[in-house]
DNA sequence: ACGGATCCTACG
DNA sequence: TCGTAGGAT
């Protein structure tokens, strides 16, 4: 699973930040009255009073722990605070906590400009502060300073004997300004200093406090920013000095290692009789790589030893999105139509998702999908794994719903295989359907200031047909898109129809102004979706757009199925230097209902300027090598848009400045550039 | 090198 | 527990 890297430099200086329960900290800043309350945050409240997913610290001291029950957590502290994650087309939406998740991004992005930053998780960033901590101890050593921060007095120094009050916070000072500490160490004390000024910023920020680890490398400061915060108290900061790390993992239970606290560590356990990191010093490298595999034997060789050369990426948007739910037991789905309701919802949730990145981040996603679980009763190997199927990604709901559906069709006869679509003449199917899921990926960007492009695809959110007619319509028509890329190619064999209830299927679709509006069709009888003669939509009188992936299709062989826009910007994105700089582009969505940071003034004309630079450079296709039928098929506007793009008037070549004043100051302020509003 | 499918891991 | 994510193979 893991893969080793070795380390590259030195002395890196490397933080890990974690939001301290992040949903229930999301849920009191909602509500104050929770504050300082035994909260914890439940999903779904049917069954025993719903999962806990999130625990206060307080509620964590009465004993509440997660993967409770909601009823287990009232009855070991009967005054908590139980809040229930939101619900939206009949799942849990957890939208609230991705966009508090966003809006902690971008503060810490921006606080963290002169170093890396990465999206851990929706509550996690690594921030690579090597550039700054090395400033500062060229401008402004801790040692320089009259005062050093409270808040990182209060930091915990691994391996430096911990006494109470001023004593204690004296020799965290001792520390950090020791004149005649090891080079690693003074870095790690200039790290304490910005790590406690970046959180306390984001505490005025977000109201939302949080704990960090701050080391040598990544493995490193994740680990001690979570046994930290795990321990007892929130809003903690740990630093791991270079001489700290042998003792403190020689004891530690193996299976508190990232990557080992599954079925990884457990073999480490049963198969080589270790439980401590330090156990697995024994064992040489080549002993490692016997058991485990070159790969999994090199990085467990060197994470026993805390070396870890995993870079810092700078990403600050997820890499893909996903919508699904379970339908655990008696819940599981037995009809096709049942299914298809689900996979609509999930679908829309999607394409909702989707639609917000667009916006907010212009960019696209180019794969769609989906993963099922299911079982058979009443049969030899009942729990045979349903395969996940893909395709490209269409936007527009109708287009993510008909393609889902189809992909999970194709999964489910491959899935039942010789038992065919209708064992028995019976009524019911053999399958159950206990988890589905929807999901984009390969998520790349568009230049940012293409209007007509956005208008394109808001354009191909709509549905022309039924919305606009009134018309009742089939709405199970078969798209070379997901039809044709699954793995039955067979196109020509009739698909065994499956057996379809009469039933009445909610569609939902967006109307111009994004609302959604519910239209209920009637399925027909046999609604054999399956013929594969490909209905178009009747292209639909008001509507200039045309879906372009399908004409492209029949004119080249090649990317069936795939916007050819899509193409164009992976072509254009995959140029060498154009990604890293998710710093610059940092176009995080700040949707805070205070504070609007938008990021983007300062930043956009410079990566507006860069795009342009790199322009005739690099991009992938010049005007005359795209496909002269590729390019007719796009909408005018787009031509147009794209034909400026490919023949720039060239400007002058402005070296990306490194942003920074370059004036020294003595004043940490200097590192950090103070939220503007 | 790349992409689809599968598996594993982690966490609120 | 569920709903999401990321990474390795």
């Known amino acids: 699973m893991p893969v080793a890297r070795p380390e590259t430099s030195d002395a890196r200086v490397i933080a890990h930040v974690d939001m301290d329960c992040f949903y229930v900290q999301v849920e009191q800043r909602k509500q104050p009255e929770l504050r300082g309350l035994p909260t914890a945050v439940v999903q779904y409240n049917e069954w025993q009073g719903g999962a806990l997913i999130a625990v206060s610290y307080e509620a964590r001291s009465c004993g509440v722990k997660r993967s409770m029950r909601g009823e287990e957590a009232k009855a070991a502290c009967p005054e908590i605070q139980l809040v229930q994650v939101p619900v939206a087309r009949g799942k849990a939406d957890l939208n609230t906590y991705r966009s508090a998740g966003s809006e902690v991004v971008g503060v810490v992005s921006i606080l963290a400009q002169s170093g890396k930053c990465e999206r851990a998780s929706i509550d996690e960033v690594y921030l690579d502060l090597t550039d700054a901590a090395e400033s500062m101890l060229a401008d402004a050593p801790p040692e320089s300073l009259e005062s050093i921060d409270e808040e990182a007095l209060k930091s915990h120094i691994l391996g ?8 204690f916070k004296e020799s965290v000072r001792d520390w950090i300004c020791r004149k005649d500490a090891d080079r690693r160490d003074k870095l790690l004390g200039c790290g304490i200093i910005i790590v406690a000024e970046l959180r306390k910023q984001v505490l005025k920020e977000t109201e939302f406090s949080c704990s960090a680890g701050i080391a040598h490398n990544k493995a490193r400061s994740y680990l001690f920013s979570k046994l930290a915060s795990g321990m007892n108290k929130p809003a903690q900061q740990t630093v791991v000095p270079y001489a700290a790390v042998q003792e403190l993992l020689s004891s530690l239970p193996i299976k508190k290692m990232k990557q080992l606290g599954g079925k990884l560590g457990t073999s480490l356990q049963t198969d080589l009789g270790i439980d401590t990191v330090g156990d697995l010093l024994q064992f040489s490298e080549t002993k490692l790589q016997e058991h485990y595999g070159i790969n999994t034997g090199t990085w467990l060789w060197n994470i026993a030893r805390g070396i870890s050369g995993e870079e810092v990426q700078g990403r600050l948007l997820p890499k893909s999105h996903g919508s699904g739910k379970t339908f655990p037991g008696p819940r599981a789905l037995r009809s096709l139509s049942n299914v298809q309701h689900w996979l609509n919802q999930l679908s829309e949730e999607l394409y909702e998702r989707l639609s917000s990145d667009l916006e907010q981040n212009k960019r ?7 993963h099922a679980s299911a079982f058979r009763s009443k049969d030899s190997d009942s729990h045979k794994k349903f395969p996940s199927k893909s395709c490209p990604l269409r936007y527009g709901v109708a287009k993510i719903q008909e393609d889902a559906f189809n992909l999970f069709q194709a999964a489910l006869r491959e899935y039942m295989g010789p038992f065919g679509p209708k064992p028995q003449g019976n009524k019911k199917e053999t399958w159950r359907i206990t988890g589905l899921s929807v999901s984009a990926s390969k998520i790349v960007d568009i230049p940012s200031g293409t209007s007509s492009i956005m208008r394109y695809f808001q354009s191909q959110t709509t549905i022309p047909s039924c919305s606009a007619s009134g018309f009742p319509q089939e709405h199970v028509a078969v ?17 065994p129809a499956m057996p379809e209830e009469d039933i009445t299927v909610t569609y939902t679709s967006p109307d111009l102004d994004n609302s959604y509006r519910d239209i209920d069709i009637v399925l027909e009888k046999d609604a054999s979706c399956q013929s594969n003669e490909a209905k178009e939509f009747p292209t639909q009188s008001g509507t200039q757009t045309k879906t372009i992936g399908r004409k492209i299709n029949n ?13 164009i910007f992976k072509n254009y994105n995959a140029s060498p230097q154009a990604k890293e700089e998710t710093q610059e582009d940092s176009t995080v969505s700040l949707t805070s209902n205070r504070g609007n940071l938008s990021s983007s003034t300062n930043h956009s004309s410079e990566v507006n300027q860069e795009v342009e630079d790199r322009r005739d450079t690099e991009w992938g296709y010049k005007v005359g090598e795209i496909d002269q039928s590729v390019f007719d098929e796009l909408p005018y506007e787009i031509q147009r848009e794209l034909r400026s793009f490919l023949r720039p008037n060239k400007r002058p070549n402005s070296g990306k400045s490194k942003s920074g004043d370059g004036s020294a100051s003595s004043s940490i302020a200097h590192y950090f550039q103070p939220l503007k509003r």
């Open 364 to 370: 696209i996603a180019s794969t769609l999908t989906l």
């Open 555 to 567: 004119s080249k062989e090649k990317n069936r199925g795939m916007p050819s826009i899509v193409d």
């Open 479 to 495: 798209t070379p898109s997901a039809s044709e890329s699954c793995s039955e190619q067979k196109s020509a064999e009739t698909l």
């Open 160 to 167: 430096m004997s911990r006494e109470d009050g001023d004593d």
